[in-house]
């Protein structure tokens, strides 16, 4: 059930797309431990100069292929947290060829009463899920 955004600059093919979005995918649900058919996904492309990651002042040498990866999900522990940052900075290099410091993760816990699947109900809340 977490909502993922995948926000990129422009120039990626669909094939790139849609590995970069599984690759995501298959990592949440390793981490997570959520079933791989609980998949929301919105990828987002921008032209180039509208995505500003900066470093931090940690020495990353960000490129123009930069993925921000924005994750809301219910609360997770500190170590699935740490195994997902993990993950996805190895697979993403294995499968994508993404450059580890070129990946920005950022997770955002919320509650149950914060999701409506469909039809203007609360799922979580009416005992649906």
């Not at 993922?4 to 120039?11: P, T």
């Not at 995501?24 to 959520?34: I, K, L, M, T």
């Not at 999900?73 to 580890?100: H, I, N, V």
Request: glycine residues 6%; aromatic residues 6%; hydrophobic residues 40%.
């Amino acid at each position: 059930m977490p909502l993922v955004r995948i926000d990129i600059n422009e120039g990626r093919s669909a094939d790139e797309l849609r590995r970069l979005a599984d690759t995501v995918q298959d990592c949440v649900v390793d981490a997570f431990e959520v079933p791989a058919d609980d998949r929301y996904q919105i990828v987002t492309q921008h032209a180039l100069g509208q995505m500003i990651i900066l470093d931090t002042g940690l020495g990353f040498e960000r490129t123009e292929r930069a993925v921000v990866v924005h994750i809301f999900t219910s609360p997770r522990t500190p170590d699935m947290k740490k195994r997902l940052y993990s993950l996805l900075a190895e697979r993403l290099q294995d499968r994508t060829g993404l450059d580890p410091q070129d990946l920005f993760v950022s997770i955002m816990t919320n509650g149950t009463d914060d999701w409506s699947f469909g039809n203007g109900e609360a799922q979580y809340l009416v005992g649906r899920l």
